[in-house]
């Protein structure tokens, strides 16, 4: 059974530009999450769906960014325009039901970021 | 707002010798507490959740215990694929929906 696929795995662009992170959930699950992990502030939400619908952004750290879920199996986070201080390792997760009804999330292995 | 606090920071063990690692939470109404760990450059692997003060649950080497107000990670006679960050997140009452807090992580490394 295939895991949660994130695409690509390393990005490394220049100050300014765009930058599109991509998930691919497992299967059924009907819960995805966004998250970045830096040594500063360890891992943080960004934001998470609902059988495709944003429920939670509070995370997302500013207009720059953007995540949206066209359908069940693919989600994008966006970054436009992009600075250093993005640099993180970006992780999606999903989830088959509510984290409280005794089902985890699953990660997958991330994207580094690294904006010069 | 839901706090984790993960102690200690990094941990070096000998192989076969035992420890613990904690993980101290603040939270309003607990729903759940999780443990997950993280190999370099791989995502965190799920290992357990506790929902309820004095539940344990064990997995091979790793025993996790839960009270009111911290989680410990029991490392019985551990080995060097032990090796790895063990991160400790909360869910918390009904306004966290399904938003889960993570600690800093403990960096466990396990010598031969």
């Known amino acids: 059974d295939a895991g949660v696929i994130q695409s690509p795995r390393h990005e490394v662009t220049e100050m300014g530009q765009e930058v599109t992170l991509r998930c691919k959930p497992i299967?059924?699950?009907?819960?995805l999450f966004w998250y970045r992990q830096t040594m500063m502030r360890g891992l943080e939400l960004l934001i998470y769906?609902?059988?495709?619908?944003?429920?939670?952004d509070s995370g997302m750290p500013e207009d720059r960014f953007s995540a949206k879920m066209p359908n069940a199996s693919f989600s994008t986070l966006k970054i436009q325009p992009s600075e250093p201080r993005d640099s993180a390792v970006y992780f999606c997760?999903?989830?088959?039901?509510?984290?409280?009804?005794?089902?985890?999330?699953?990660f997958g292995d991330g994207t580094r970021l690294s904006i010069l | 707002e839901d706090q984790v606090t993960q102690s200690p920071e990094a941990l070096r063990l000998q192989e076969g010798e035992s420890s613990s690692l904690n993980c101290s939470y603040t939270?309003?109404?607990?729903?759940?507490l999780f443990w997950y760990r993280q190999d370099p450059g791989k995502g965190p692997e799920f290992l357990f959740t506790?929902?309820?003060a004095g539940e344990e649950k064990e997995k091979e080497r790793l025993k996790a215990t839960l009270t009111k107000k911290e989680s410990f990670l029991h490392i019985t006679a551990p080995k060097p694929e032990d090796s790895a960050t063990y991160l400790c997140?909360?869910?918390?009452?009904?306004?966290?929906?399904?938003?889960?807090?993570f600690g800093e992580g403990t960096q466990l490394t396990v010598n031969p």
């Open positions: 299967s059924g699950h009907d819960y």
């Open positions: 769906f609902n059988n495709n619908v944003p429920i939670d």
């Open positions: 939270v309003s109404g607990l729903r759940g």
């Open positions: 997760a999903s989830s088959f039901a509510p984290v409280y009804s005794n089902q985890p999330q699953h």
């Open positions: 997140a909360v869910q918390g009452g009904e306004t966290s929906g399904s938003r889960l807090t």
């Open positions: 506790l929902y309820s």
